[in-house]
């Protein structure tokens, strides 16, 4: 498989992002000490920063391999809806599909001491849209359907993402053929949603709960694809499996088992939006299904090396294909 043009063709397309658009808030510090008044760890706060999450964060993997990306999705009117603003701009991320409503933005704060994550706490509003911003977002898409190359669905069960909006997906996109290829990182709950996609990217946790199958071996594992492919009508599911690798689930084909190019897992944050958006940017810059698995292997291996939310370059995949072979 020649990469290198695949690479050069990411520069030529354009992702639309559909989903959960999140604020990472992140405290980096030290502990030296246990709090007199619990027994918890006191934290010596020495720096904090924000970075894009879910559907945004999906969004800067996208620009940071060379494609362009228009994101989708709700911000609160409030000081973090503002960070999260100039964050996605910064990145060259087109925000023109970004509504505020009366609902906060969601927030995800993340405690790290000596790099390891000490505690999380979230700040969001979980219930479904209202009939007005469901209509700004409906009629956004619906506006200059032709100008994207794929459309990908980031599901952080935040309210965005309902059977109602995927409903209207699929009627005015997938089934008229706007986009060829219609991607989605699903969250449990929400499996029945996604009916009829061109690819679904679960972990081996969310594959398991969504069919009901306990994956503990290949036979398992070949169920549960096997059951995701048939029951949600898709093309093709590719369950991401930690340090197993992944695996792909064609119609038509046979099962390709990809083994992890990670070098040593440290923190998985964003590790599906990596997945997600590589996998799809590269079938559609001319990759087979498996050839895009496989770069978007190695990028979920770069990242996971990293503490936080993280992307990849093309540079740094093809120099990571380059070290396995």
């Known amino acids: 498989m020649r990469y290198n043009g695949i690479f050069k063709n990411f520069r030529k397309k354009k992702i639309l992002v559909v989903g959960d658009i999140i604020l990472d808030h992140y405290i980096w510090g030290l502990v030296e000490r246990i709090s007199p008044e619990a027994p918890v760890p006191v934290i010596d706060v020495k720096d904090e920063n924000y970075t894009l999450g879910g559907a945004a964060n999906v969004a800067a993997n996208i620009v940071a391999l060379g494609g362009k990306a228009t994101v989708v999705g709700i911000r609160g009117d409030d000081v973090s809806g503002n960070v999260l603003h100039s ?8 925000t023109s ?8 933005t969601t927030i995800k704060t993340r405690v790290i001491a000596h790099s ?35 459309l990908i669905i980031s599901d952080y069960k935040k309210g965005v993402i309902s059977e109602k909006m995927m409903r209207f997906i699929a009627k005015e996109f997938k089934k008229k053929g706007t986009f060829a290829f219609v991607s989605v ?12 996609v061109s690819l679904i990217t679960p972990n ?7 069919t009901g199958i306990e994956i503990k071996d290949e036979k398992s594992l070949q169920k549960a694809g096997k059951s995701l492919l048939r029951e949600l009508r898709c093309d093709s599911v ?18 390709s088992h990809i083994p992890t190019a990670a070098k040593g897992a440290f923190d998985v944050t964003g590790a599906g939006d990596t997945v997600i958006a ?7 810059s001319g990759a087979d299904l498996k050839a895009a698995a496989i770069i978007s292997n190695h990028a979920a291996g770069i990242v996971v090396g990293q503490v936080g939310t993280a992307t990849a370059t093309p540079e740094q995949i093809m120099q990571s294909i380059k070290d396995t072979v």
Do not use: C
């Not at 964050?87 to 087109?94: M, N, T």
């Not at 599909?97 to 906060?104: A, D, H, I, M, Q």
């Not at 990182?185 to 009829?196: I, M, Q, R, S, T």
């Open 238 to 255: 590719l369950i991401t499996r930690g340090e197993h690798g992944m695996t792909l689930f064609e119609k038509g084909s046979e099962i």
């Open 97 to 104: 599909g970004l509504f505020s409503g009366k609902r906060p």
């Open 185 to 196: 990182d699903p969250k449990v709950g929400h499996f029945n949603f996604y009916k009829g």
């Open 87 to 94: 964050l996605l701009s910064d990145r060259g991320i087109d």
């Open 116 to 150: 390891q994550q000490v505690v999380r706490f979230d700040r969001e509003d979980r219930r479904r849209l209202d009939e007005r911003l469901f209509k700004k977002i409906k009629d956004f898409l619906s506006s200059d359907r032709d100008k994207w190359d794929a």
């Open 204 to 210: 081996t946790k969310e594959a398991s709960e969504g």
């Open 278 to 284: 590589t996998i799809t940017l590269a079938h559609v």
